[in-house]
Nanobody, 125 residues
Framework: QVQLVESGGGLVQAGGSLRLSCAASGRTFSTKSMGWFRQAPGKERDFVAAISWLDGTTRYTDSVKGRFTISRDNAKNTVYLQMNSLKPEDTAVYYC??????????????????WGQGAQVTVSS
């Protein structure tokens, strides 16, 4: 099993920045890529960004390209999501997820095997 713990959420004004962290523990060697998803009230869980542990390949949803950056620290088993130029529509609970099956990061939430508890990000206008 793999345990994922997010941190770094909070309240920020539009145009501000936040950095989310996701620390993995347990059988971390079983995960091949990591992703960030978000879910706003009354909406589906949406893909945000993902990264491969092996070669650092990254993928982003179009709405965050140029504003968000996903990165990893293999030594610390930690994945980060740096969020800049935040907008009110970025408000959501952000979830970290681990995929044990694919080297190429997936955009589909149902293909991830492990999930964190979520971190609230609120962007005020």
């Amino acid at each position: 099993q793999v345990q994922l713990v997010e941190s770094g959420g909070g309240l920020v004004q539009a145009g501000g920045s936040l950095r989310l962290s996701c620390a993995a523990s347990g059988r971390t060697f079983s995960t091949k890529s990591m992703g960030w998803f978000r879910q706003a009230p009354g909406k589906e869980r949406d893909f945000v960004a993902a990264i491969s542990w092996l070669d650092g390949t990254t993928r982003y949803t179009d709405s965050v390209k140029g504003r968000f950056t996903i990165s990893r620290d293999n030594a610390k088993n930690t994945v980060y999501l740096q969020m800049n130029s935040l907008k009110p529509e970025d408000t959501a609970v952000y979830y970290c997820a681990g995929d044990a099956g694919r080297l190429r990061p997936s955009l589909q939430w149902h293909e991830y095997d492990y999930w964190g508890q979520g971190a609230q990000v609120t962007v005020s206008s």
